[in-house]
């Protein structure tokens, strides 16, 4: 057998990665044309030509969701790895410097649990004077927690495993045993949280956009693009909400998807099939 | 029994410490705001054609120019005191615009809460008993895609198809608009509450549903249930001896910590339907920088996570024989 799973599963994936940098780019490339408007094509129902149809302003759906998808993929790229990050430097630091320093963590994890999520971006976001700025900060200190737990429970485990304690007992350095014998370990936990934290930012962004403290109205957002919609879904403009939605569901959909198989591929339990 | 009683103190004393630096934290970011609560309120032309005299009056109304610490604990005092302040664009004391927001927002998340976590915990044990099969990929597929949605868009979705197309629930509104509020019915109140309020639960569900699947399906992967089908136990039986004895504690945790997102859920959804509730008052709130209310919302909002957690733990300390007895691991 030539192709087996693992095989296959890695082929998936590049192309669920390919597919979502083609968005990225092309969102970049096309913001004149997500931002033209043309009063000949108003409030067009989907075509051949315009796939999402046009708004009340003429503007093509399909390049406006582009665009928006582009800066929804870019700031969850930016958070999801700073906020990886953050998880990895507290969660460790809660297991190695001593129980003063995990007391604190653990309570500045409650702390910020304690604000529902969007209320506390929302706040954040006040902070910040609103627009870009605001919901990265918002969403960096928002999603590193769960990580960092996990992070700390492993690296914890790890401090107590066989191989580590003989290994100091050999008499090996601190460095050499964090980097041969404990980050092999921790990377792929790593790397695993870092792609599953992406749809939970790219969603909060959307929400808290949505509501009306993110991204400016004149950004191609898709939070931008389904709030104003709402005032057209009465007027049957209804692939204004349909498209938008769906298209971000999908990237959604599409990063759970590599982050699962990121797992199963990096999982050593998983490396025989 | 006293034990239980020490660990109930320990927790209650951590709540109310962690609401205290909730409120310091809520504090500090909306102190850092550079945004004027008299621009946002009031329009440019309007500002510049205002006399110094009446701008000032305005500045001391918003409170723009008093130092931040003073101002937090004259907040802190007047709040221990039973006084949250003025609500500046609802001008009404907080506490009132939050009782009458908090109880039309109480329907819509109670019931969430209670359909979203008995319906999640039931579906995710039919799931993980039936692991693999049709019926497991078929909830686990509905879970997936719910919780890969975005809330508000779903809510959306929703008003679209049964308050536009199909015309069965109103637009918007916890009350039918020009009506006094005297003659407004229960039932007009729950046929505008009924929408959100499913929204809300059809969203919560995936978490849950994909949480209790996972134990369950831990549950039947240990070594003692494997002992206890090869003793020739049925599968209702092992269902009742070990796995609902198991995924009981962490489905408590669960739930209890769902408050929150119900919590978050809520304000999208009662964005999208014009809902009157906690929720759109925040975001008006934030919008127009009225920071009494903010700060008064985030405030009671934290209590009400916190209770919730409180009460998981209280749960755990009766149900748990390990914590009960004071050991805890």
Redesign the interface.
């Known amino acids: 057998m030539s192709i087996n799973r693992r095989k296959a599963m890695l082929v998936l994936l590049v192309l669920a990665v390919s597919f979502l940098l083609c968005i990225l780019i092309a969102g970049v490339l096309n913001t004149d044309a997500a931002m033209k408007t043309d009063f000949t094509r108003k409030n067009q129902p989907p075509s051949l030509r315009y796939p999402f149809g046009t708004d009340w302003m003429g503007r093509d759906m399909f390049a406006r969701t582009i665009a928006g998808l582009s800066m929804s993929i870019r700031i969850g790229l930016l958070t999801a790895t700073i906020s990886a990050l953050i998880a990895f430097a507290l969660g460790s630091a809660a297991a190695v410097m001593g129980k003063t320093v995990d007391i604190f963590i653990g309570?500045l994890i409650?702390?910020v649990?304690?604000?529902?999520?969007?209320?506390l971006l929302?706040?954040?976001?006040?902070?910040?004077?609103?627009g870009f700025r605001g919901i990265v900060i918002g969403i960096l200190c928002t999603h590193w927690m769960s990580l960092a737990r996990v992070i700390r429970g492993e690296v914890l485990q790890l401090k107590q495993s066989g191989y580590v304690q003989v290994a100091a007992k050999l008499g090996t350095g601190r460095l050499r045993i964090v980097t041969r014998h404990m980050l092999p370990h921790l990377v792929p936990q790593f790397m695993v949280g870092l792609i599953l934290l992406f749809?939970h930012a790219i969603?909060h962004e959307?929400?808290i956009t949505?509501?009306?403290?993110g991204l400016s109205p004149e950004q191609p957002a898709i939070g931008v693009i389904?709030s104003e919609?709402?005032r057209y879904?009465?007027t049957?403009s209804?692939w204004l909400?349909?498209f938008p939605?769906i298209s971000?569901?999908l990237i959604?959909?599409l990063f759970?998807y590599i982050g699962g198989m990121a797992r199963k591929l990096l999982d050593p339990a998983s490396a025989h099939e | 029994m006293n034990k239980l009683m020490v660990y109930m103190f320990k927790n209650f004393i951590r709540m109310l410490l962690?609401?205290l630096?909730?409120s310091i934290?809520?504090f500090?970011?909306?102190s850092?705001?550079?945004?004027d609560p008299l621009q946002a309120n009031i329009s440019q032309t309007a500002l510049g054609s205002l006399s110094q005299e009446q701008i000032d009056k305005l500045e001391m109304y918003w409170g723009v120019n008093e130092a931040p610490i003073e101002r937090y604990l004259a907040w802190v005092r007047a709040f221990l005191h039973g006084d949250m302040g003025t609500s500046l664009l609802y001008r009404q004391s907080v506490a009132s615009v939050i009782m009458q927001k908090l109880s039309n927002s109480l329907m819509l998340m109670v019931f969430a809460w209670i359909i979203s976590g008995g319906i999640g915990f039931f579906l995710g044990i039919l799931s993980g008993m039936n692991r693999g099969k049709i019926i497991d990929k078929l909830i686990k597929g509905y879970a997936?895609?719910t919780a890969?949605?975005?809330?508000?868009?779903l809510a959306?979705?929703f008003?679209?198809v049964f308050s536009?197309w199909l015309g069965l629930f109103p637009?918007g509104l916890s009350v039918p608009i020009g009506m006094d509020a005297a003659s407004v019915s229960l039932s007009d109140r729950l046929q505008h509450a009924i929408l959100p309020a499913v929204t809300l639960s059809i969203t919560g569900i995936s978490n849950i549903v994909l949480h209790t699947r996972e134990k369950m399906i831990d549950v039947l992967e240990s070594e003692y249930v494997l002992f206890a089908v090869a003793r020739g136990e049925k599968r209702w039986e092992i269902f009742r001896h070990h796995g609902l004895r198991n995924i009981l504690l962490p489905a408590i945790t669960l739930q209890f910590a769902s408050i929150?997102?119900i919590?978050?859920g809520s304000?999208?959804v009662e964005?999208?339907f014009s809902y009157p509730g906690l929720g759109q008052a925040?975001?008006t709130a934030?919008?127009g920088?009225d920071i009494p209310l903010?700060l008064g919302?985030?405030v009671i909002?934290?209590a009400i996570?916190?209770a919730g957690?409180f009460i998981a733990d209280i749960l755990y300390g009766i149900v748990d024989p390990r914590i009960r007895k004071g050991a805890r691991s």
């Open positions: 309570w409650d702390l649990m304690g604000i529902p999520h969007i209320l929302m706040l954040i976001s006040f902070a910040c004077g609103k749809p969603l959307a929400s949505f509501l009306g403290f389904l919609s709402i879904l009465l049957g209804w909400a349909v939605g971000l569901s959604v959909i759970d | 962690l609401l630096f909730v934290t809520a500090i970011l909306v850092l705001s550079p945004i997936l895609l890969s949605a975005p809330t508000f868009w959306l979705l008003l679209l536009v637009i929150s997102e919590f978050g304000i999208l964005q999208v925040v975001v934030g919008l920088g903010l919302i985030t909002s934290a996570v916190f957690n």
